[in-house]
């Protein structure tokens, strides 16, 4: 059917629209705390939903309805494990957070161990990611291409050039109200897509639980025994815990947000209500891709890539204004993801790495540079979004899985300065990089599945950087 005049009219509307929205905020950013922590006066309930916008991404809701069409819901178990994750942040890491007046993730790892580790995982962060944004950034074009008939190429372009206006103006005050935006109209766009297929399913919800039934697509847990199935109780709970703890508890993407929050009690409701929202959202994806399973009864080898499922029944069989409003719910979630990618990997070079050499720079000269910053990360996605193309078979699991192959190294070396006093920054730096290069390992030689990996690299990290730091007999180091 494609897309009608009306449907491309509610596609520039939200783009138009979101872009002028975000602008607003510009005249707000007189300095870097206004730039990169929006004043620290951002209300709960709108971190929460920024949370839930950062982490999900284009590739979040055409990859999982892809994901369920092809087996079922046990991916599900996996996000009961980031509900977990973010419970155990709230104790173990966020304290830590308010205990001072930090703008990084990193700063933290500064002032227990040292400078130089400090930059080695600013370091880490900057690269993995890039990479991992990159493949989210590729995403947005399967959906771009499919709509509107544009090259990839160009449709890449459009969505970096559109979320680097606001944010580059804005900051990230602009950055996580057009997130509270932006999630409003993904999710709707979702429930509202869900009530179509339930339309044109004849028969509606109850044959669409029959076939489903039959297939056993409603499986939510699965108990089985083995290390070697991504999706299974054990390595959905577990992965999905430590997964957590890494990207919400040390990746700037997430931190960054938590310390916008007006104070600790303010930021761990934002991060465990944001749990819920996730858990329920996910559930909402997956549902949708069982329900698209129970109207094309097809492989999804008919469709090219599970990714391509989703995007053309949007396309082809929704009615015309609704199929406009999904297109721009997709957008919103990738412009969302985008958004915040941007602003963290600005504010880590900058904070991280700028600022230190070059500590004598005026507020003024330091906000204009890290707006400069902002544009170079986007050309550097736009970069790495084009090298993804024709190279990826499954988004989401790719995204996820570079994410993974950082994050126990990360997640390793903030435990060691946060459960012990005797870990030292030589010790952690070699944990760090012998739990990095377990992860690659495991991603490069192995079939482990990647719900293990951050569990394995965290290990790996902790038990060698603790070793080694007791080994050289070093003496109990006091936070700085």
Not at 34 to 57: C, H, K, N
Not at 59 to 73: D, E, H, K, R
Not at 87 to 103: C, N, R, T, W
Not at 234 to 258: C, E, K, M, N
């Amino acid at each position: 059917m494609g897309l009608s005049h009306l449907d491309l009219a509610i596609i520039a509307a939200y783009l138009v629209g979101i872009t002028l929205f975000g602008i607003r905020f510009r005249k707000k950013q007189r300095t870097l705390r206004d730039y990169f922590l929006a004043g620290r006066d951002i209300p709960w309930w709108a971190i929460s939903l920024s949370i839930v916008a950062a982490e999900t991404s284009t590739l979040t809701i055409i990859s999982i309805p892809g994901l369920a069409y092809n087996t079922n819901l046990t991916f599900l178990q996996v996000v009961m494990g980031y509900v977990v994750g973010r419970i155990l942040i709230s104790f173990v890491l966020l304290p830590h957070y308010f205990k001072g007046d930090l703008y990084t993730a990193y700063e933290l790892i500064e002032k227990r161990f040292g400078p130089n580790l400090r930059t080695l995982t600013s370091g880490l962060f900057l690269l993995t990611r890039a990479a991992a944004e990159g493949v989210r950034v590729y995403a947005v074009s399967i959906v771009v291409s499919i709509a509107l008939g544009t090259g990839q190429l160009t449709s890449i372009a459009i969505i970096t050039v559109l979320t680097l206006i606001y944010t580059f103006e804005g900051g990230l005050a602009a950055v996580i109200w057009t997130d509270v935006v932006q999630t409003a109209i993904y999710v709707g766009g979702t429930i509202v897509g869900v009530f179509t297929l339930l339309h044109f399913v004849p028969g509606g919800w109850a044959h669409i639980q029959q076939i489903a039934a039959a297939g056993d697509k409603f499986q939510v847990l699965d108990f089985t025994a083995t290390f070697w199935k991504p999706y299974t109780f054990w390595a959905g709970l577990l992965g999905g815990s430590f997964f957590t703890l890494a990207s919400h508890g040390t990746d700037q993407l997430i931190v960054q947000r938590l310390l916008a929050a007006r104070g600790y009690k303010q930021s761990a409701t934002a991060l465990i209500s944001s749990g819920v929202i996730v858990l329920l959202q996910f559930a909402l994806f997956l549902t949708v891709g069982v329900m698209l399973f129970a109207y094309y009864l097809s492989p999804s080898k008919t469709f090219g890539t599970p990714d391509r499922i989703y995007p053309t029944f949007i396309v082809s069989r929704m009615p015309h204004g609704i199929s406009g409003l999904l297109i721009a719910a997709i957008l919103a979630a990738a412009m969302s993801n985008l958004s915040a990618a941007l602003n963290s990997l600005s504010s880590s070079t900058m904070l991280d790495f700028y600022f230190r050499l070059r500590p004598e720079t005026d507020e003024h000269r330091r906000l204009r540079i890290s707006r400069v910053a902002t544009v170079f990360w986007a050309c550097v996605l736009f970069v790495l979004a084009i090298l993804c193309l024709h190279r990826i078979p499954s988004v989401v699991e790719v995204g996820l899985q570079i994410a993974s192959i950082a994050y126990g190294a990360l997640l390793g070396v903030f435990l060691l300065g946060v459960l012990t006093r005797r870990a030292t920054e030589s010790g952690a730096m070699v944990g760090m990089l012998l739990g990095f290069c377990a992860e690659v390992y495991l991603w490069q030689f192995t079939h482990v599945p990647w719900t293990w990996w951050v569990m394995i690299g965290t290990t790996v990290t902790f038990v060698v950087g603790y070793a080694i730091s007791r080994f050289a007999g070093a003496p109990r180091i006091q936070e700085r």
